[in-house]
């Protein structure tokens, strides 16, 4: 089966901040993981172009929509690479494939008789490109997301008929208990759909910014019904010649942040339902990273900026960060403060140190050489089914909980360097098996956990790897098993403590 995950794609009216980079590692860290398993691996991200929230900005701005859109995919492409994500495609809203399937699509749905012309009346978040159920809105008429005045509406649409779906979704929720993760979220969208569906608006009247309605060319698409789509229209055009939908559809994981939980759980399989077309197999919705207690957003102007923390750190060190910080599918505080803490403590002391004593010693020791034999079966026990356990939490997008099962063998690497003491070993000539016992035990330990954080932290991974002389980094190099590592190479410091002066 392959394995095909998605982001959001991100809207372009302002640039990337740490929020967006959260989920796009998230998901490079599944897309590396399935890769692992030598499977065959699709995961795909971009930018939503369309709707208010692009139109306004450009407007303040005074430019055209395409104009601010171009410049900031551009800051969206860039920061892919730099976080060392590892996406099979990019795509834009604005690609004049994705309009064409967009339209389609949309038109297959009305065939099946679930559009209908109409008046819509309520309240509206410009920056959501969202209405507004009066039970949500926040004191003073407010968004309870962005906390600005809502707009109020009232415009002749087409409409999607949600309300049909109703029986269909509480179906699919009742048979497919995966369907949405964590569970709370699935309550959550649960009770939404229990709580009555009312038809949503399809299109926008007073908007020109989206992709034409091609059976009204005085309507585009509501923003959310074409950025949608882009799931499951990229496939047919991200390789040139090639239509990846039967291949690749559906999705197996969505992942997302809960702003946006209703559309992808209740709104999304609703117009699958409605085009005939498969269901997404999992939607994960993680939580938002906080930052003095608010939502990090570009609108209320608490954001880290990734690039200048990738630039001081390197972008393993804020993957690791971000994953361990803050349990995937819960909101989390996050600060340069325990950036700083766990750089230190973990990465460098941790990690860092680990990876220095062991190549270290068998310098020391033994000219760099790791000599034949068993493993000590303490050892074994201790990483015994650990590749196994760590599918396993992958699986389920249990990413922090993957990445605890990883570090516990970590440190547990080096209370086995206290408790065997190789330096005490060392200076008796009838412990020389022992200490090769130890040594061999610790490099090998070192391999398959630098293997399983592959997915994490891939830049170091690689590096860590080829110094132990044993660069394969698939799930079944993953296995604790003797004569992998041959010999070792010394290598600088891998998290440096002075990054200032290191420009790591
Ligand atoms: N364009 C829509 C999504 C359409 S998907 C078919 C959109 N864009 S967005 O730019 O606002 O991105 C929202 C997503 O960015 C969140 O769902 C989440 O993945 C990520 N995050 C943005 N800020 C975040 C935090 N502060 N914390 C965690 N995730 C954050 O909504």
Redesign the pocket.
């Known amino acids: 089966m392959p394995f095909y995950v998605t ?5 372009v009216n302002a640039a990337p901040h740490l ?2 980079a ?2 796009t590692i998230a998901a490079d860290v599944m897309a590396r993981h399935h890769r692992q398993r030598e499977e065959e691996v699709f995961f795909l991200t971009g930018t ?1 172009e369309h709707g208010e929230p692009v139109a306004d900005a450009a407007h303040a701005l005074g430019i055209e929509p395409q104009e601010l859109a171009d410049r900031n995919a551009e800051r969206f492409k860039a920061l892919a690479p730099q976080l060392q994500v590892s996406n099979d495609f990019f795509i834009r809203t604005t690609d004049p494939e994705h309009e064409a399937k967009v339209q389609e699509v949309l038109s297959r749905v009305r065939e099946n008789g679930f559009v209908y012309e109409g008046v819509y009346e309520g309240s509206y978040c410009p920056r959501c490109a969202d209405f507004k159920a009066e039970n949500e809105i926040e004191e003073g008429h407010r968004c309870p997301i962005h906390h600005i005045e809502l707009t109020r509406e009232r415009e002749q649409n087409y409409f999607f008929r949600l309300s049909d779906f109703q029986e269909r979704l509480e179906r699919l929720y009742a048979e497919r208990e995966d369907f949405v993760a964590p569970r709370t979220r699935y309550n959550e969208a649960l009770s939404f759909i229990r709580s009555g569906l009312r038809d949503v608006p399809l299109t926008r009247h007073r908007l020109t910014w989206g992709v034409r309605v091609p059976w009204d060319h005085e309507h585009v698409f509501y923003v959310w019904f074409d ?2 789509l ?1 799931y499951y229209s990229a496939l047919s055009y991200a390789r040139p010649g090639e239509d990846l939908t039967e291949r690749l559809w559906p999705a197996s994981y969505h992942l ?2 809960k ?2 939980l209703r559309f992808h759980t209740v709104y999304w399989p609703a117009l699958l339902m409605a085009a005939e077309l498969e269901l997404p197999e999992h939607v994960f919705v ?1 939580g ?2 906080l930052m003095g207690g608010e ?3 570009k609108s209320l102007g608490n954001v880290l900026d990734p690039f200048a923390v990738i630039e001081r750190f390197g972008a393993d060190a804020l993957r690791f960060y971000l994953l361990r910080e803050v349990p995937f599918g819960q909101d989390g505080t996050v600060s340069s403060a325990s950036f700083e803490l766990r750089y230190e403590t973990e990465l460098a002391n941790e990690l860092g140190n680990l990876a220095s004593r062991t190549i270290g010693m068998l310098a020391r020791y033994r000219d760099g050489a790791v000599c034949a034999g068993e493993l000590d079966p303490l050892l074994e026990a201790d990483f015994a089914g650990l590749p196994a356990a760590v599918c396993a939490l992958i699986d389920r997008a249990e990413l922090t909980l993957a990445l605890d099962e990883i570090w516990q063998r970590v440190r547990r690497l080096n209370r086995y360097v206290e408790e065997r003491a190789p330096w005490v070993l060392a200076r008796d000539p009838e412990r020389v098996q022992e200490l090769d016992c130890v040594l061999r035990s610790l490099a090998e330990g070192l391999r398959s956990v630098t293997v399983l954080l592959w997915p994490f932290m891939p830049t170091s991974a690689e590096r860590l790897l080829e110094a132990l002389g044993a660069p394969g980094h698939t799930l079944a190099d993953a296995e604790l098993t003797a004569g992998r590592v041959r010999s070792v190479r010394a290598i600088a410091s891998m998290f440096p403590k002075d990054t200032q002066a290191a420009g790591a």
């Not at 982001?7 to 809207?11: L, S």
Request: no cysteine; net charge negative; glycine share 4%.
């Open positions: 982001t959001p794609i991100y809207y929020g967006h959260y989920t939503d950025a949608l882009n997302i942040a702003d946006i993680h938002y990273l939502k990090m957003s």
